[in-house]
T-cell receptor, first 114, second 111 residues
């Protein structure tokens, strides 16, 4: 158990809908990362937050957005969903924002868009 | 932007040493190299991280040549439980830097 929690574990929704994925980082960790893992694209970095502020942006679509709240939990919002958005979404946290700090991954949220 | 490539799969036998190489030709000056292990239906788990030369911990070694354009994860005396997918992750050296995963290497350890 990494100490990072993600809810829900599974999510099934229809095209065009909007969903919110939630992540609680390990106690004391200030940085949160979001990743997408799909069969054809592999693991893709989406976005990073540190203490409430956006720090780095990866291959995140304009239909997707995220935020980190004052209690440090984070949410990833996916809208106008398409079949290709079906994937595993992982959240990871680290104590600080730099690359030398180990990231701890949550168990993921499996999103299925039908 | 670091493009990161790894072999798709490797086979080994119990007790052997396994070396998995990751190529990252466009690595930036401040980027770090991190290796993760992933089992089915689980999140990746940290194995080892380095910036240059050699790093060793209780489960693996990481070799990084002087030009830092590649890195090699070395797993000594693998066991069946090491069967997993191994990913290298490069980036994060500066604020706003992308983090780029390799495509993953599926390691199969046979008895």
């Amino acid at each position: 158990d990494s100490g990072v929690t993600q809810t829900p574990k599974h999510l099934i929704t229809a095209t065009g809908q909007r969903v919110t994925l939630r992540c609680s980082p390990r106690s004391g960790d200030l940085s949160v990362y979001w990743y997408q893992q799909s069969l054809d694209q592999g693991l893709q970095f989406l976005i990073q937050y540190y203490n409430g502020e956006e720090r780095a942006k990866g291959n995140i679509l304009e239909r997707f957005s995220a935020q980190q709240f004052p209690d440090l939990h984070s949410e990833l919002n996916l809208s106008s969903l398409e079949l290709g958005d079906s994937a595993l979404y992982f959240c990871a946290s680290s104590v600080e924002q730099g690359p030398s700090y180990e990231q701890y991954f949550g168990p993921g949220t499996r999103l299925t868009v039908t | 932007l670091a493009k990161t490539t790894q072999p798709i799969s490797m086979d080994s036998y119990e007790g052997q040493e396994v070396n998995i190489t990751c190529s990252h030709n466009n690595i930036a000056t401040n980027d770090y190299i991190t290796w993760y292990q992933q089992f089915p239906s689980q999140g990746p788990r940290f194995i080892i991280q380095g910036y240059k030369t050699k790093v060793t911990n209780e489960v693996a070694s990481l070799f990084i040549p002087a030009d830092r354009k590649s890195s090699t994860l070395s797993l000594p005396r693998v066991s069946l439980s090491d069967t997993a997918v191994y990913y290298c992750l490069v980036g994060g050296g500066n604020a706003g830097n992308m983090l780029t995963f390799g495509g993953g290497t599926r390691l199969m350890v046979k008895p």
